[in-house]
């Protein structure tokens, strides 16, 4: 039997752990029962995003070979929430070149779970496209007495080098468990064999997880994340990065009551990210610009089960939270034969955000459930750095250095279920407050239009309605599903031109400054299907279509256009093998308005294969097989993605 690559419901999937209940719409496994067995035909070399690239709705913004971001539904970071462990972590970079992702690595992850839409998770803020949740890897308490495991990989396009190991102990009152893992890419080469110069980095990432049992019903945890990028190239910006640096530590306390679980966490994060344009040629005025995100917070998860034996059964978790994030980003500027320029580029931000979630997933009978969950948030944001305040308020003089907002979400779904076919229908709506980028940025470059861009204080909260609905049908051999949902916006926050302000950038086209459409609207429908051919053989297919519309009935930027892919699957005993062609239509409706260009049409074709013993498995395969160049909607200013590309990754376990 083929293992499965992708855990995916069309429609409501409640996964219950002993401490907590949690509503997912997606899973992918990155490692099995918590010992490092990876799942991707990829791999040990398979990176973090390119497991996030398995989930149906999830698309990734390439402006190199390293740190790509998530894009759900269509939204891209401001209009999602990505968590680690439900630990808040935000980015330092004013390009966007940091995602939260990029700071762990495939060897400490156990899945990674999505939320589409506004159900999001209990930890969730402002997630109107949906939210991410990468769940680290623990081994847990009596699991094997002691593991060991340890991998290598290569990737000859870039002369890709992956090496990690990892350890764990386990035991009835305690486990612990550590690795190191290491990541070094030259330049890749494109279709037809043409190097893309800055597409190169190192990465190095060091976990430890630890578990200390109390009592039997009381245990303490603590998480420990130091990851390090350097030299890190990318070819679709103006400036690489020196240095990409997370520390991230976490402990928590979880008791068990009952049929109650009640877990509290608090957490410590710090983001450095350091812009430089050194290694560039014809560099008309050097710059240095670095960014600081530092983070702590706590939240308090509690989850029990109500009723059910002569009534609806009710899952209900209730969730606190709270963070303080301080966010500060600046830029000096030095031109020949004169002074440096200095600019602060984020003032030094502040936001203190506390919020309460609840869920409740109702099972009326076995034939029909109900899903209600809700979040209400209070924010206050300071700026704390003189400078970049009496910037700002030159250009607003009614600015002040404080302000309050309180956002919120509510949705409901319900499910009917039947012995081969499910439906689901669901609504919702969700606010969110502006990021420090559209309310506070100072001239920051967009290379994807070549503008400047200005943050603006005034802006009102943007808002969203959700609808979506769902239908499958799934036999013993064949399967098949459908899935859409469209996203009614207020006061959408997107940048546009002020001729009134004069560019700072060399080479930039003008200002744009970040304002509140009257609407706008995102619409997303997919179709999957598959067929156990034989038993050794599988298909599967997915297509999917997505439209987004500005308040003119313009075309919004970033939005997929008809993509699809197609897989057949074969396994017998501990072989497996498979062929993939993928690809994306035309995007003829693209945002001109919004400096994008027309992507052409594309397909690739990928091969893979693995061997598992007991103690060992090996993994090969070619991707972009016919060497073709090209570009996916989503590579910023259209770099080309590589050509064919042949990886090799063995890994060992004891």
Same mark, same amino acid.
């Given at each position: 039997?083929?293992? &499965? ?17 949690q ?13 490092g ?34 894009v759900?539904?269509?939204?891209? &970071? ?46 969730a ?16 308490f ?10 290598? @990989? ?42 893309l ?17 109390l ?14 990028? &350097? ?16 520390f ?25 990210h ?74 030094d ?18 034939f ?28 607003f ?32 709506? @969700? ?24 943050g603006?204080?005034?802006?009102k ?9 769902s ?29 009134r ?28 299907? @598959? ?60 945002a001109?308005?919004? @400096? ?6 594309? &397909? ?51």
């Open positions: 039997m083929l293992e &499965t690559f992708l855990l995916t419901t069309f429609l409501m999937s409640d996964t219950v752990a002993p401490d907590r209940v509503n997912l719409d997606e899973v992918v496994i990155v490692s099995a029962e918590g010992r067995r990876r799942r991707s035909v990829k791999g040990q070399s398979a990176s973090i995003d390119e497991h996030l690239g398995e989930l149906r709705k999830v698309n990734l913004v390439r402006r190199g070979s390293y740190a790509w971001e998530p759900v539904n269509n939204m891209q &970071t401001e209009r999602l929430s990505t968590t680690i462990d439900g630990m808040k972590i935000f980015y330092a970079c004013t390009d966007k070149m940091d995602p939260v992702t990029s700071y762990v690595e495939s060897g400490n992850l156990q899945s990674i779970s999505l939320n589409s839409g506004l159900d999001g998770n209990p930890q803020t402002g997630n109107i496209g949906g939210s991410l949740d990468l769940k680290l890897r623990k081994v847990g009596d699991s094997d007495p002691r593991h060991f495991n340890v991998s290598a @990989g290569h990737e000859w396009n870039g002369h890709l080098q992956v090496y990690g190991a990892d350890a764990a102990l386990s035991g009835s009152r305690a486990y612990l468990n550590t690795g190191l893992f290491y990541r070094d890419a030259d330049n890749y080469r494109t279709g037809g064999g043409e190097i110069s800055y597409s190169q980095f190192s990465k190095v990432n060091v976990f430890a997880n630890a578990g200390l049992r009592s039997d019903k009381d245990i303490l945890e603590s998480t420990l994340i130091f990851d390090r990028a &350097t030299d890190v190239g990318y070819p679709a910006l103006n400036m690489d990065v020196s240095k990409a640096q997370g991230i530590t976490s402990v928590s306390y979880k008791h068990q009551f009952g049929s109650a679980g009640w877990e509290t966490k608090a957490y410590y994060n710090h983001i450095i350091i812009m430089d344009d050194t290694t560039r040629p014809d560099v008309e005025i050097h710059m240095d610009m670095p960014g600081d995100s530092w983070t702590t917070g706590l939240y308090s998860l509690l989850t029990t089960s109500l009723g059910g034996e002569t009534g609806a059964q009710h899952d209900v978790a209730v969730n606190y939270d709270l963070y303080y994030n301080r966010l500060f980003a600046d830029m000096t500027m030095y031109p020949g034969g004169a002074a440096p320029m200095y600019m602060v580029t984020w003032p931000v502040g936001t203190l955000n506390t919020g309460m979630a609840v869920t409740d997933n109702v099972s009326i009978d076995d029909q459930s109900l899903r209600l969950s809700g979040k209400v948030a209070w924010q206050q944001q300071r700026l704390n750095n003189e400078e970049g305040y009496r910037g700002q308020k030159v250009f003089p009614l600015m002040t250095d404080s302000y309050f907002q309180t956002t919120g979400r509510i949705a409901a779904s319900y499910q009917l279920s039947f012995s081969k076919s499910e439906f689901s229908i669901g609504t919702g709506w @969700g606010s969110r407050a502006p990021t420090v980028t559209e309310a506070y940025g100072y001239y920051l470059n967009n290379t994807f239009d070549q503008y400047d861009y200005m603006n204080p005034h802006l909260n943007e808002s969203a309605f959700e609808l979506n609905s239908a499958q049908y799934q036999d013993e051999r064949f399967s098949v599903g459908i899935d859409a949902n469209v996203f009614l916006f207020r006061d959408y926050i997107i940048g546009r031109l002020d001729d302000l004069s560019a700072m950038t060399v080479g930039a086209e003008g200002v744009k400054v970040y304002r509140n459409l009257d609407n706008a609207t995102i619409a997303n429908i997919s179709l999957d299907a @598959g067929w156990q051919l034989t038993d050794r053989i599988v298909w599967s297919g997915r297509v999917s279509y997505s439209l987004g519309r500005d308040d003119e009935d313009g075309p919004l930027p970033l939005i997929s256009p008809v993509s699809w892919r197609t897989e057949l699957e074969y396994g017998y005993r501990s072989l497996q093998a498979r062929v993939e062609v993928k690809g994306n239509g035309d995007q003829t409706d693209y001109a308005r919004y @400096g994008e260009t027309r992507t052409p049409a594309w &397909t690739i074709v990928n091969l893979s294969a693995s061997y598992q013993l007991r103690n060992y498995s090996i993994r090969a395969g070619v991707e972009n097989l016919l060497d073709k160049r090209y570009s996916s909607y989503s590579d910023w200013n259209n770099i080309p993605q590589k050509g064919r590309n042949i990886y090799l990754n063995i890994t060992f376990e004891l």
